[in-house]
């Protein structure tokens, strides 16, 4: 997705955050670092930093110039890089509906080197990308969905990646994103005679990180309860039968946001130790809702609130077969993700909740990783294939392939050997 330009008001906007981070609030931040609590010191002087600009640059920007500074993805570094380049023609193919209703990006069919029909791969990724519902694109999660893809091509099985490139606000509020993800998930499992991928839902899994971890629930509340969407087709269905849609190989989130206004006890403890802080999250949530939402706040809709709903959510109904999420314990969601997990636990009898704590990490840990210039530069240099032996597991990127394993024993367990 190419860089808008910006108008006058957004660049004055940038220049002036900039300058008073400069010379007035980072020499606060740092004058005042012995002073603080024992908890705010758990990292690094200069990884404190590094977090402090991102909150308060999040703070104090417009969401167009937040956009346009946050906008890190660079495909073309990443398709034209040793790594990717002899694969290039097949990978992070733009899709449009054809009445226009969503678009994204095939990130990969089938793998790398012999790319197949999508309706043919062992498995099926639908990806819903994070960024508070304003930010970021399918662009910056290129990388990141291809490393998750490599570690499934590796474990022997084919994988197909759809990433949504959801209209963001607050341009546009919600259920607009809603709208998309539920039309773009009917198309894939909608059988190519009439139009679709023709995805047997067995084969899908539906993945998001922090906004696209909220997302993936508001889809999955939806498919069961259509709010934003038509009812769904049971045609779609194997065989023509009435047969549930839901994602059959389960559900993937990373840091998910399942709250727009609720504040655990780890907001206040870890906001020194996370890009994100309780001030930002609320602005976004108000720029996601609109004015006219924000009226009935907290919101408690169960499409937008999965903590505390009202009417409260069949989850035993509502979630797939397979959920698997991670979190870091440094960040200001961990105990809203940590609460969540416990009770799905309990009252999802027929299901399986897997989870990943990562006790140094913050929000959405595995995707900032692959934002690193450094770790960036020296993965892409390195051959895919096993040429010169570069074929390795990279640390940097190890808790991506983490996810790729969890994914592939969902597959076993399944599909046991066979695909």
Request: hydrophobic letters at 40%.
């Amino acid at each position: 997705m190419a860089k808008k330009l910006l108008g006058w008001y957004d660049v004055a906007n940038i220049i002036v955050t900039l300058l008073g981070l400069l010379l007035f609030d980072l020499p606060i931040h740092v004058l005042s670092h012995p002073f603080r609590r024992v908890d705010d010191k758990r990292l690094l002087l200069k990884d404190q930093i590094f977090l402090f600009t991102i909150r308060r640059t999040n703070y104090l920007l417009t969401p167009a110039a937040l956009r346009y500074v946050t906008n890190i993805g660079l495909p073309e570094s990443v398709l034209d890089s040793r790594r990717y380049k002899p694969y290039s023609h097949a990978l992070f193919q733009e899709f449009v509906h054809p009445d226009a209703t969503f678009r994204g990006r095939r990130v990969i069919q089938g793998s790398f080197t012999q790319p197949s029909v999508p309706a043919e791969s062992d498995i099926v990724i639908l990806y819903l990308h994070g960024g508070g519902y304003f930010s970021s694109s399918t662009d910056c999660y290129l990388l990141f969905l291809l490393r998750l893809a490599e570690t499934i091509v590796r474990g022997g099985k084919t994988v197909s990646i759809f990433a949504l490139e959801y209209d963001l606000a607050p341009e546009h509020v919600f259920p607009t994103q809603l709208r998309q993800a539920g039309a773009a998930y009917r198309w894939l499992v909608r059988p190519g005679s009439e139009g679709g991928v023709g995805v047997q839902p067995g084969r899908l899994l539906l993945g998001g990180d922090s906004a696209g971890g909220h997302l993936s629930l508001s889809l999955l509340v939806d498919l069961q309860q259509p709010y934003a969407s038509a009812e769904l087709d049971r045609r779609t269905a194997v065989n023509g039968t009435k047969h549930s849609i839901k994602p059959g190989l389960g559900l993937f989130m990373i840091s998910p946001w399942l709250s727009l206004w609720h504040e655990a006890t780890s907001f206040p403890k870890n906001e020194c130790t996370d890009v994100l802080s309780r001030k930002f999250l609320l602005k976004v949530a108000g720029w996601f809702l609109g004015p006219e939402r924000l009226k009935e706040w907290p919101p408690r809709s169960p499409y937008l609130e999965f903590l505390d709903p009202k009417p409260m959510i069949d989850w035993q109904g509502v979630l797939p077969a397979w959920v698997w999420v991670s979190a870091g314990k440094n960040e200001i969601l961990y105990d809203d993700v940590k609460d969540w997990l416990e009770t799905r636990k309990k009252d999802c009898r027929n299901g399986h909740v897997e989870e990943e704590i990562d006790l140094n990490e913050s929000h959405v840990y595995a995707w900032l990783k692959t934002t690193e210039p450094g770790p960036k530069k020296e993965f892409l240099r390195r051959m895919y294939n096993n040429e010169e032996g570069e074929n390795i597991s990279e640390d940097d990127y190890k808790a991506i392939e983490r996810i790729g394993k969890a994914i592939l024993r969902r597959y076993k367990n399944v599909y046991g050997g066979s695909s």
